[in-house]
């Protein structure tokens, strides 16, 4: 899953996210907002997707894996 977050609300909508180790943060273009992407289970996503709005994420993304190596 990839998402755009408010760096103001990063630590809340990382707390949401329960990906296997760490999510990945990388800064957008536009100050004050960052790019989240983590690996999750498709039924913990339907569980958060209305937290992580509300908590201001925005442009969220869901990708299929098509392999993983662990």
């Not at 809340?12 to 999750?40: C, D, F, N, R, Y």
Request: charged share 15%; proline share 7%; aromatic share 4%.
């Amino acid at each position: 899953m990839l998402l755009n977050a408010p760096n103001s609300n990063l630590a809340q909508i990382i707390s949401l996210l329960p990906g296997m180790k760490s999510p990945t943060v990388l800064p957008l273009a536009e100050e004050g907002w960052s790019s989240v992407h983590s690996v999750l289970n498709e039924n913990d996503f339907w569980d958060i997707i209305e937290s992580l709005k509300a908590a201001g994420a925005q442009g969220i993304l869901v990708v299929p894996i098509e392999k993983m190596v662990i």
